[in-house]
């Protein structure tokens, strides 16, 4: 019996050993395929899931190439840098109308190196196109706007120190830009000196800025000797049209230098999952375009073989006109080229329609001259002066004469004995006159004043509107012709010896004009009372 109960237990042992061999082994096949479905009683793997490393993001696209620029470009805007944003700096520290017309002259040579980088890239057009000088115009304007609107402000010679420097601008126009810029220079000194002279004690501030004004226009002076001695140039073999390069530059080719590099642009972004895709993708494509429909067939030409048959008649070609009737005619009806009663079909409504009226060109968009004073042969030139406060003085002998045109609110002193002087188209002139050996010839000047210290023997008037001629004791022999003129005076000087005034006598301006024995009669039309 205790043998049976060891063969027992020995069976069951082996029983229970193959039970736990057939577990392992499941085990271990469940752990060597995931697809397989775990054991519920077996122990969770310890070992934890390893992330799946993130993809890398793609890298920046690379930064566009930094435009090189010509070298009288870099060179422009090192001195925009170094001089005129100084000058701006110092404007701003000033505050109010100083600050107002230094940031307008800050924009006008901004607007100068856009012209400037137009012409290294562009031919020179003819005619110019407005669009080029826009904005060089609107900053100019702005700086002597700024200056007119603020005349008795105790800031008059600041403001009229820089707005004297505006002219330098069209220095593009000259033939020899760097001696136009030393005659502004002086024009500015003149009033800028007043500022230094009121300032040197009370505010430092104010000196620093005149001078850094000062400093623009030399440093400018300096650049236009290096680079444009005998005017402004243009790219004339290769270039591009002028408002094409305009475009280029104000579409971000031309920046200006120190403006740092273009930022790139963001990168797209992700496309927006759908719902109604499987997985959360993009949606798909839209489908290609459709094919197009057909042009519509273009309508045939007209068959030009009824004109040459018509052609080909010969005589018989008038055979098919209509008779005019003789109360058709306009040239034995008046009354219908009068009234413009023609019939219809009629010569007289076949006339040319009217040409179109030329509308004068905007003052904004002409370009001014400089000023000029040469002497050409035995001829002084003055022309294009605009210098209320400043004496432009002429010494001419007696064999040279004097043209004088557009020079408006100007100072003329003409010294010694001239031949003869003719002056026209100038607004607000006034001349000093020693002697003449001829004539003064004034023709469309309206605001006019002349004053004779010597002997001229004629004065010449034609469509002048507001005069007033000084005469000395010397120049009272003086003939004076006018036609076509209105509001002319003339002052005569004081009896010697005596403290009489000036007086002053109005030429007239309105004639009777009657018949008397068949003859015309012409007399002054006196107003008394």
């Not at 077996?42 to 390893?50: K, Q």
């Not at 003085?393 to 031949?419: D, F, M, W």
């Not at 009272?476 to 006018?482: G, K, M, S």
Request: some cysteine; proline content about 12%; glycine content about 6%.
């Amino acid at each position: 019996m205790a043998s049976s109960g060891h063969m027992h237990n020995f069976t069951t042992l082996i029983k229970r050993l193959e039970a736990a061999t057939s577990r392992l082994e499941d085990m271990a096949m469940s752990l060597d395929d995931p697809n397989s479905p775990k054991d519920s009683s077996a122990p969770a793997a310890a070992t934890p899931a390893v992330p799946e490393p993130p993809k890398p993001a793609p890298p920046p696209p690379a930064a566009p190439a930094p435009v090189q620029l010509p070298p009288q470009i870099q060179d422009f805007d090192v001195f925009i840098k170094d001089d005129v944003q100084k000058f701006a700096n110092l404007g701003e520290k000033i505050g109010g109308l100083i600050a107002e017309q230094s940031q307008a002259v800050l924009q006008a040579f901004q607007a100068q190196r856009t012209y400037l980088y137009v012409t290294t890239k562009a031919k020179k057009p003819e005619p110019q196109p407005a669009e080029l000088m826009t904005d060089l115009h609107k900053a100019s304007d702005k700086i002597n706007n700024v200056r007119e609107a603020n005349r008795a402000s105790p800031l008059s010679n600041h403001l009229t120190a820089v707005s004297e420097g505006t002219m330098g601008l069209g220095w593009f126009f000259a033939p020899k830009p760097a001696e136009f810029i030393e005659e502004i220079i002086g024009g500015i000194q003149y009033y800028g000196n007043n500022v230094l002279k009121e300032y040197k004690e009370k505010d430092r501030t104010h000196v620093e800025y005149i001078q850094a004004y000062y400093r623009i226009f030399k440093a400018l002076l300096a650049y236009l000797t290096k680079y444009y001695p005998s005017g402004l140039t243009w790219n004339n073999e290769s270039g591009v049209s002028a408002l094409e390069a305009l475009q280029q530059i104000k579409g971000g080719s031309g920046a200006p230098a120190g403006a740092g590099p273009v930022a790139p642009p963001p990168p797209p972004p992700p496309p927006v999952p759908s719902l109604n895709v499987p997985g959360g993708g993009a949606p798909p494509p839209p489908p290609p375009p459709g094919i197009p429909p057909a042009p519509a067939p273009s309508a045939p030409g007209a068959d030009m073989s009824a004109v040459f048959d018509q052609l080909n008649q010969g005589e018989q070609i008038t055979s098919g006109l209509r008779k005019v009737d003789k109360s058709e005619m306009t040239h034995k009806n008046p009354s219908l080229r009068a009234g413009s009663t023609a019939p219809e079909g009629s010569s007289a409504n076949r006339g040319k329609s009217p040409a179109p009226s030329k509308k004068p060109k905007p003052e904004s968009m002409r370009t001014k001259k400089p000023p000029r004073k040469e002497l050409e042969g035995n001829k002084w030139l003055i022309e294009n002066f605009e210098a209320p406060d400043e004496i432009i003085e002429v010494s001419a002998a007696q064999n040279q004469s004097l043209l004088i045109s557009r020079c408006n609110k100007s100072i003329v002193k003409v010294n010694g004995k001239a031949n003869a002087i003719a002056i026209d188209n100038c607004t607000g002139l006034s001349i000093i006159v020693d002697s003449l050996v001829s004539s003064l010839d004034i023709i469309k000047c309206p605001k006019f004043a002349l004053q004779i210290d010597g002997i001229v023997p004629t004065v010449l008037l034609d469509q002048v509107d507001g005069a007033t001629i000084y005469l000395g004791q010397q120049s009272l022999a003086t003939e004076v012709f006018t036609s076509k003129c209105s509001a002319v005076n003339i002052m005569l000087p004081p009896k010697e010896g005596t403290d009489d005034d000036t007086k002053e006598c109005p030429l007239p301006e309105q004639l009777k004009s009657y018949i008397k024995d068949g003859v015309l009669v012409n007399e002054i039309v006196e107003h008394a009372g």
